[in-house]
């Protein structure tokens, strides 16, 4: 039955393993740690973990540059309490999925220090390199700003190396068939240790053709091989692409069969939903909704609000960009790589509660699987003092112990944040537990409100014509059928709906009791200022009438 794609009708929380807690208290989150917070996890209602990289690595890169593949970096525990962890969190019904950096390994791994050591290691050919400095290799940085070169000098090898993200992460020839075996032996690892798939690094360069004078060119069949060897080994494991690309280009992704990634982040929808958010204006964002429209039966949008990176605006046209900076990081120091913002989500809504909600209220109604980012069930803060991305990866806010309840450390490894309107003592876990109101409730009733709401998961949208500060869609699934409606102004707005385009002459209102009846064909409703309202279309009788799913 399609019922069974789990990832569907899922609640993704992505999290790093040594910022949520510590237990031994040297200052580093554990795997002891994140055990012991899986019943807040899983009374908020998610269903699906998604662990930044834990594996061994020099962390210079918050993990992403890993240096074995196939161990726990031993701040954080070992395999051991790894797999303690992978059980109890199905013991709950939570799945773990992790990343999968294999783009590039950190310099530290031996197969690099092999590799740089003479032309005739064996691991030479894992890696991309040239005797001369190519043409153009100082374009093409992802990290422009801080990264100055895609092409760095190795003494000790005597040649250049590639490397498509910092100089001390080498790129790995995805090409070699001896590396694509090696990737499939990582995914194998972990399938064994109970995980249930990936978010896969860097896509688009894990599957470009690499090489000095060679044009980058993605190829695709790679991706159906992965699919091809995970399926095979776990039926139910799934792909979730990290590619910031164009809409067309997202097709080749998926697959024409659904047969590459199951799901890929909707970067197009994200950056356009930031510009929606800052000029309350929704055109932008139902072309870019209208534009990723398509795709296999099987697949998935995941749909994010704030990641781990950047907010990344690259896609935007520049007076949009413009736009989104002013209104949420008008100061240079929130912005970063010249594209995107660093800042949190609350920060960046002045931690007004109704914008908050209205953008939660987005994410859990948008096409496809959301995607909620650790802290942000609290409204957490950032630190603008940290370097880079940093600044949104601070400890976890649990209480109003010192270091927030984190770790009994004289020190953390990062700074918990202590001051400022979203200092620890102001916003943590213990005291929203105890407040009905609270941002952290209201998220929990939200989740479990979209877990009964399988329409948007599974179902087709419909963009229904209003004005263009509100974005009203209606979602159709096996003859049941919603409609959402948010207010993304400062303003009241009234909304006109036809109730031929809504479907029904009645709404219920599944938060409040503003239930909508028609009059004269229309459905005339009220909105405040950044309001938001979930409607089930037709009446209180057809919900008791409902057939379960
Ligand atoms: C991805 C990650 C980012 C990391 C980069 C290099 O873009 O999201 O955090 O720095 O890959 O691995
Ligand atoms: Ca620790």
Not at 39 to 68: E, H, K
Request: charged share 25%.
């Amino acid at each position: 039955m399609i019922h069974d794609l789990w990832y569907k009708n899922a609640v993704i929380y992505c999290l790093h393993v040594g910022t949520f807690m510590d237990t031994n208290g040297d200052g580093i989150g554990d795997f002891q740690g994140l055990m012991r917070r899986l019943d807040y996890l899983a009374g908020l209602g998610i269903t699906c973990l998604w662990l930044m990289p834990f594996q061994r690595s020099p962390n210079r890169d918050d993990g992403y540059d890993v240096s074995d593949h196939y161990t726990v970096d031993p701040r954080y525990g070992s395999l051991g309490d790894f797999v303690a962890f992978t059980h109890a969190a199905e013991q709950r019904g939570l799945r773990v999925i992790i990343d999968l950096v294999v783009n590039h390994t950190s310099d530290q791994h031996p197969w690099f220090q092999d590799a740089r050591r003479s032309a005739s290691s064996p691991f030479r050919s894992w890696y991309v390199w040239s005797r001369r400095k190519p043409p153009r290799a100082d374009e093409g940085v992802v990290f422009p700003g801080v990264q100055k070169t895609t092409w760095t000098w190795d003494e000790r090898a005597r040649a250049y190396y590639f490397h498509r993200f910092y100089d001390f992460q080498p790129d790995l020839d995805t090409a070699n068939p001896e590396v694509q075996e090696e990737i499939r032996k990582i995914v194998g690892f972990w399938l064994e240790l109970g995980v249930s798939g990936f978010r896969v690094d860097a896509v688009p360069f894990v599957i470009a053709t690499k090489g000095a004078g060679v044009k980058p060119v993605e190829q695709y069949g790679m991706l159906r091989d992965l699919r091809e060897f995970l399926q095979w080994r776990s039926r139910d494991a799934i792909l979730l692409a990290e590619a910031n690309v164009l809409p067309r280009t997202d097709l080749e992704y998926f697959g024409d069969d659904g047969d590459r990634m199951h799901m890929m982040f909707n970067f197009q929808v994200n950056q356009h939903l930031f510009y929606a958010l800052a000029a309350s204006d929704t055109r932008p964002l139902v072309k870019a909704l209208e534009a990723t429209r398509d795709r296999p039966g099987t697949a998935q949008w995941g749909v994010f609000l704030r990641n781990h990176d950047e907010l990344d605006l690259g896609r935007l046209k520049p007076e949009q960009r413009e736009r989104v900076f002013r209104e949420f990081a008008p100061d240079p120091d929130m912005q970063l790589y010249e594209r995107g913002i660093r800042r949190r989500l609350a920060p960046m809504l002045s931690g007004d509660r109704r914008r908050l909600e209205l953008a939660y209220s987005l994410l859990f109604t948008l096409p496809g699987t959301p995607v909620i980012r650790y802290g942000d069930e609290l409204g957490m803060g950032d630190d603008l003092r940290l370097p880079e991305r940093n600044c949104a990866r601070t400890p976890m806010q649990w209480s109003t112990l010192p270091n927030a309840g984190f770790s009994r450390a004289a020190r953390t490894a990062l700074p918990v944040i202590a001051e400022g309107p979203f200092q620890f003592q102001r916003v943590n876990a213990a005291d929203q537990r105890r407040d009905p109101e609270s941002l952290l409730n209201w998220t929990e009733r939200i989740i479990r409100m979209r877990k009964e709401c399988p329409e948007i998961a599974w179902g087709d949208f419909t963009v229904l014509p209003t004005q263009p500060e509100v974005l009203a869609l209606r979602y159709d699934w096996r003859n049941n059928a919603m409609l959402v409606l948010h207010n993304l102004s400062g303003k009241p707005a009234s909304v006109r709906l036809r109730a031929r385009d809504v479907g029904d002459d009645r709404l219920v209102s599944l938060f409040t009791a503003d239930h909508s009846s028609a009059r004269k064909g229309h459905h005339e409703i009220e909105l405040d200022p950044y309001a938001y309202r979930w409607y089930r279309v037709g009446g209180l009788d057809y919900i008791l009438r409902r057939r379960s799913w």
